[in-house]
C-alpha cells in the first residue's frame, strides 16, 4: 500500500491508518488538534441552579422520579440529583 500513514496513541493503545493521500495525515492531525484546542479553551458549563431550600423534598423527589421514568433524565443524572436532595434533608 501507498500513500501516507497515521498512527494514533492513546492510553497505551495505538491505531494506524495507512493508505492515505499526500496531505491528509497532516491535516487530519491539525483539524484534531483544533478541536481539543477549542474544547480546552471553551468555559466550563455553568451549574444548574440548585432548588431552593423552601423546597419540600418530597415533592422534589417524586418530580425527579417522574422525570427519570419520561426518559428526561438519565440514571446517573436521577442518582446524582437524588443524593443532592437527600443531602439538604
Same mark, same amino acid.
Request: no cysteine.
Given at each position: %500500500?501507498?500513500?501516507?500513514?497515521?498512527?494514533?496513541?492513546?492510553?497505551?493503545?495505538?491505531? &494506524?491508518?495507512?493508505?492515505?493521500?499526500?496531505? #491528509?495525515?497532516?491535516?487530519?492531525? +491539525? !483539524?484534531?488538534? #483544533?478541536?481539543?484546542? +477549542?474544547?480546552?479553551? !471553551?468555559?466550563?458549563?455553568? !451549574?444548574?441552579?440548585?432548588?431552593?431550600?423552601?423546597? $419540600?423534598? %418530597? !415533592?422534589q423527589l417524586e418530580r425527579l422520579g417522574e422525570l427519570h421514568a419520561?426518559? &428526561?433524565?438519565?440514571? $446517573?443524572?436521577?442518582?446524582? #440529583?437524588?443524593? #443532592?436532595?437527600?443531602? +439538604? %434533608?
Amino acid at each position: %500500500m501507498t500513500g501516507e500513514t497515521l498512527t494514533i496513541t492513546h492510553s497505551g493503545t495505538s491505531a &494506524v491508518i495507512t493508505g492515505l493521500g499526500h496531505g #491528509q495525515a497532516d491535516a487530519i492531525a +491539525r !483539524a484534531y488538534r #483544533q478541536l481539543k484546542d +477549542r474544547a480546552s479553551a !471553551a468555559p466550563a458549563p455553568a !451549574a444548574a441552579p440548585e432548588a431552593p431550600a423552601t423546597a $419540600d423534598p %418530597m !415533592a422534589q423527589l417524586e418530580r425527579l422520579g417522574e422525570l427519570h421514568a419520561k426518559g &428526561v433524565l438519565t440514571d $446517573d443524572e436521577f442518582q446524582s #440529583q437524588k443524593t #443532592q436532595i437527600l443531602s +439538604r %434533608m
